[in-house]
């Protein structure tokens, strides 16, 4: 594969987190957390429809692998130390890497982190990949390639654990490295946490916009069963609710968008006794 390391850059799907924490035997919330604080959300590509993963280069990581050769001739991208200020962001990060890849092209990629979950190309191997070339194509042909290079990761890692105590300062440090703390790693992954979780709908609970989780997925599937054609992806956004008051409309309900105790029976689904 050659620079710029353009692919299909197709998204994941409707339910790939949930499939991807069920594996672990995470909270969806969890893995949300770590995707929120890695990429901010936004997807593992640049939205300048390159078809390019996300990357950062690591100036010190590029180094170390080079023996220091070229901190003084190329500083922006060969430092003996870690540097915030190094960073470009977006698609200048690729200006970086060409400049890496003209002096050492493995370690260029090894040095830099990719995609949706930012995983170093010098942890293919514990992401799954036999080599940094193939990792890197995964990373620029389909985001369900990040969430199961994530899931490999932790797994080879032993992260799982972590994950699923939400242990965030066992996690951060080893995900994000002895630095975490002078990052806030690991205080932002509680406070990302906090939040994915707070909009994650218990069992019983009321459902309404801003709901999410297994129990919004539940109801999209039984909505979807009678034609709404809504996207199961856990998330109860506007489309969900306008489904919701359509069918409540149809039967006589309060078309509120709220699934409470009435409708939640109306609709066949488990007994509503609580609010969010």
Not at 70 to 83: A, E, L
Not at 97 to 112: H, M, N, S, V
Not at 156 to 175: C, G
């Amino acid at each position: 594969m050659s620079y710029p390391f353009s692919g299909a850059a197709t998204p994941i799907g409707s339910d790939d987190i949930l499939r991807i924490a069920e594996s672990l035997g995470v909270e969806p919330a969890v893995v949300r957390a770590v995707d929120t604080v890695e990429t901010g959300g936004v997807g593992g590509f640049l939205s300048d429809g390159s078809g390019r993963p996300r990357i950062l280069v690591e100036a010190h990581l590029f180094s170390a692998a080079t023996g220091r050769r070229w901190d003084t001739s190329h500083p922006g991208i060969s430092s003996p130390t870690w540097n915030r200020a190094l960073y470009r962001g977006g698609a200048a990060e690729y200006l970086r890497l060409a400049e890496a890849l003209e002096l050492d092209r493995e370690a260029a990629l090894k040095a830099a982190s990719w995609g949706r979950f930012q995983i170093l190309g010098g942890n293919h191997r514990m992401a799954g990949f036999d080599d940094v070339g193939g990792f890197v194509v995964a990373m620029a042909d389909d985001e369900d390639n990040h969430l199961e290079a994530f899931a490999a990761f932790c797994r080879a890692a032993r992260l799982v654990d972590a994950l699923r105590d939400r242990d965030w300062e066992t996690f951060a440090r080893r995900y994000n490295g002895p630095q975490y703390a002078r990052n806030r790693y690991h205080l932002r992954l509680a406070a990302a946490y906090a939040d994915a979780a707070g909009r994650e709908a218990a069992p019983g609970s009321v459902l309404r916009l801003g709901s999410a989780g297994p129990a919004v997925k539940g109801l999209q599937v039984v909505l979807n069963a009678r034609g709404a054609g809504l996207m199961e992806d856990g998330a109860f956004g506007r489309v969900t609710e306008l489904a919701v008051m359509r069918f409540q409309d149809a039967h006589g309900l309060l078309a509120d968008g709220i699934v409470g105790p009435d409708t939640a029976a109306a609709l066949g689904l488990p007994p509503v006794h609580r609010k969010a």
